[in-house]
């Protein structure tokens, strides 16, 4: 028999065996009545993405993010501004919705004793420190106002969450410890943030509940700068954490104190505070036991909670010393698809709805804001500093500057960049000490747009902007005392 005549029978051998076991299964009517058009079909759908990503997509249309947006990414990883030749690549006028910088001919000139006086001392980074307002034991002023946003160990890789913390030291920001806990690969000399997640993973008792000595613990074995208590995530808000039992090696379940291999979701609510009252009470306790400043991570939807917040804040000592709000165009690890499209607000209605509670009782200059979602692209953080932004997180950038292809693997455990998967023939793709130049480049670039924007605008500092710098392409400007600074109806989901 020839070869050719070989290949040809067990290739018929092929399609005759899969067609008895489709023709054999119970549970799809297509595969029983087409067994082998069944069979096409399923292969077709499994490569759609991934030919639709490289062939078909055009450079603006993919979401999370466009090729165009990781292209970006990609030149700002090896240390360059992102550049583009021969003009926008957007319809300014029918991309109308989305505010503009305004380009200012000559700079403000700072006025001693205004924040812009300030600006020498701060560098490159926040211009208010954390805790002073409540004069915390150890304030903490972040040195870079772009950081890491929080990102489990388990979520992701041990060598991906050493390489940001590597890329952190380098760049001279903190990593957001997302609500996994600390371990041994957060400490490669990058600032810390702690994330007190309502599963308490990394501060819990054997039961499961917070416990303050296991937390105190935690805080000697590296630089935690501040805590965040996560009350919800952009991309599922109302739901707790969740990681997928395929995720659940046993290095990461001894670290959150949990079963290897099953499933780990976090309960929606904290137990340990139900009202914006308690909360401040858990809040001052917190502080009053460790020194650090602490602050809140939240989605938004409805403003009472923010409103009570602020309410409670502006009439007595207790307050969180920051907070940061997440769009829910926010990523995450695992969340169910309705959570992730339709509940809580983009960030640029989410935000200028909490800033406002604050601002409007005169208390929004004691509390450092955070923004993150979608804010590792230059323009879009470049408008949250406009919005009020002291500081701004990022992510799925950070993953893609890192070696992420947007495979949108995370929940499955194949991520095939090895950033989101404990699967070791993956992880061992990334190098952590070569990965953190490019996170650290990108970091420092994105720093340096921002603040060539800021400059552009005629201020000295992206913490500066306020929304006057800001405009519709029409020419109305974003009004910083309106409910929303867009009306949603004239929001485009996809910018
Ligand atoms: C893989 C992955 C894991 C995440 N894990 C956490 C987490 O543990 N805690 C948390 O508060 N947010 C978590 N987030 C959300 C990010 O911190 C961030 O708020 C969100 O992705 C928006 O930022 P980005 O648009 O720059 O990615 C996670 C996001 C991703 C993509």
């Given at each position: 028999m020839s070869t050719l005549t070989m290949l040809i029978t067990i290739a018929l051998l092929l399609v005759l065996v899969i067609a008895a076991v489709h023709l054999c299964q119970r549970s799809d009517p297509v595969l029983r009545i087409f067994p082998i058009l069944g069979a096409a079909r399923t292969v077709l759908i499994a490569l759609g993405p991934k030919l639709r990503q490289y062939l078909v997509a055009n450079d603006s249309e993919e979401r999370p993010f466009s090729r165009l947006d990781r292209e970006d990414v990609e030149m700002m990883s090896t240390g360059k501004i992102s550049q583009i030749a021969f003009g926008s690549r957007t319809d300014l006028v029918a991309h109308g919705h989305e505010p503009l910088l305004k380009y200012r001919t000559f700079p403000r000139l700072p006025v001693e004793g205004t924040p812009e006086a300030e600006t020498n001392s701060a560098g490159q980074g926040s211009l208010k420190t954390m805790g002073a307002a409540r004069q915390r034991r150890y304030q903490y002023r972040p040195a870079s106002i772009v950081n890491i946003s929080g990102m489990s160990f388990g979520a992701l890789s041990g060598p991906a969450v050493e390489t940001l913390n590597l890329a952190a030291g380098i760049a001279g920001c903190f990593q957001n410890s997302g609500e996994g806990g600390i371990?041994?690969?957060?400490?490669?000399?990058?600032?810390?943030?702690?994330?007190?997640?309502?599963?308490?993973?990394?501060?819990?008792?054997?039961?499961?509940?917070?416990?303050?000595?296991?937390?105190?613990?935690?805080?000697?074995?590296?630089?935690?700068?501040?805590?965040?208590?996560?009350?919800?995530?952009?991309?599922?808000?109302?739901?707790?954490?969740?990681?997928?039992?395929?995720?659940?090696?046993?290095?990461?379940?001894?670290?959150?104190?949990?079963?290897?291999?099953?499933?780990?979701?976090?309960?929606?609510?904290?137990?340990?505070?139900?009202?914006?009252?308690?909360?401040?009470?858990?809040?001052?306790?917190?502080?009053?036991?460790?020194?650090?400043?602490?602050?809140?991570?939240?989605?938004?939807?409805?403003?009472?909670?923010?409103?009570?917040?602020?309410?409670?804040?502006?009439?007595?000592?207790?307050?969180?010393?920051?907070?940061?709000?997440?769009?829910?165009?926010?990523?995450?690890?695992?969340?169910?698809?309705?959570?992730?499209?339709?509940?809580?607000?983009?960030?640029?209605?989410?935000?200028?709805?909490?800033?406002?509670?604050?601002?409007?009782?005169?208390?929004?200059?004691?509390?450092?804001?955070?923004?993150?979602?979608?804010?590792?692209?230059?323009?879009?953080?470049?408008?949250?500093?406009?919005?009020?932004?002291?500081?701004?997180?990022?992510?799925?950038?950070?993953?893609?500057?890192?070696?992420?292809?947007?495979?949108?693997?995370?929940?499955?455990?194949?991520?095939?960049?090895?950033?989101?998967?404990?699967?070791?023939?993956?992880t061992r793709g990334i190098v952590p000490e070569a990965a953190a130049l490019k996170v650290s480049n990108y970091l420092i670039s994105l720093r340096k747009e921002l603040f060539a924007v800021a400059e552009a605008c005629g201020v000295s500092h992206p913490g500066l902007l306020t929304p006057a710098d800001l405009t519709h392409v029409d020419g109305t400007p974003v009004d910083p005392r309106s409910t929303l600074p867009v009306p949603l109806t004239s929001v485009d989901m996809s910018a």
């Open positions: 371990s041994d690969h957060h400490l490669h000399g990058g600032d810390l943030v702690f994330q007190i997640g309502s599963g308490y993973f990394g501060c819990r008792d054997h039961a499961g509940s917070f416990s303050i000595s296991e937390l105190k613990e935690r805080l000697a074995q590296g630089p935690i700068k501040a805590l965040e208590i996560k009350i919800s995530q952009g991309a599922k808000p109302g739901l707790g954490g969740f990681l997928p039992g395929e995720k659940v090696t046993a290095e990461i379940a001894r670290y959150r104190g949990i079963t290897q291999g099953m499933d780990c979701a976090s309960p929606p609510r904290h137990a340990e505070f139900w009202d914006a009252d308690s909360l401040l009470d858990w809040v001052e306790y917190l502080a009053d036991e460790t020194g650090l400043p602490v602050g809140i991570k939240s989605a938004v939807g409805d403003t009472e909670f923010w409103s009570d917040l602020a309410t409670l804040m502006a009439r007595d000592a207790r307050g969180v010393d920051y907070i940061a709000i997440d769009g829910s165009e926010g990523g995450t690890g695992a969340a169910p698809s309705v959570f992730a499209e339709s509940v809580g607000y983009p960030f640029r209605q989410a935000f200028p709805l909490v800033h406002r509670e604050f601002r409007s009782r005169g208390i929004d200059g004691d509390v450092v804001f955070i923004g993150a979602g979608r804010l590792g692209l230059a323009a879009n953080a470049a408008r949250a500093f406009a919005y009020g932004a002291d500081l701004v997180n990022v992510g799925r950038t950070a993953m893609l500057s890192m070696g992420c292809i947007q495979a949108l693997k995370c929940h499955t455990g194949h991520c095939p960049s090895g950033i989101a998967t404990q699967r070791p023939w993956l």
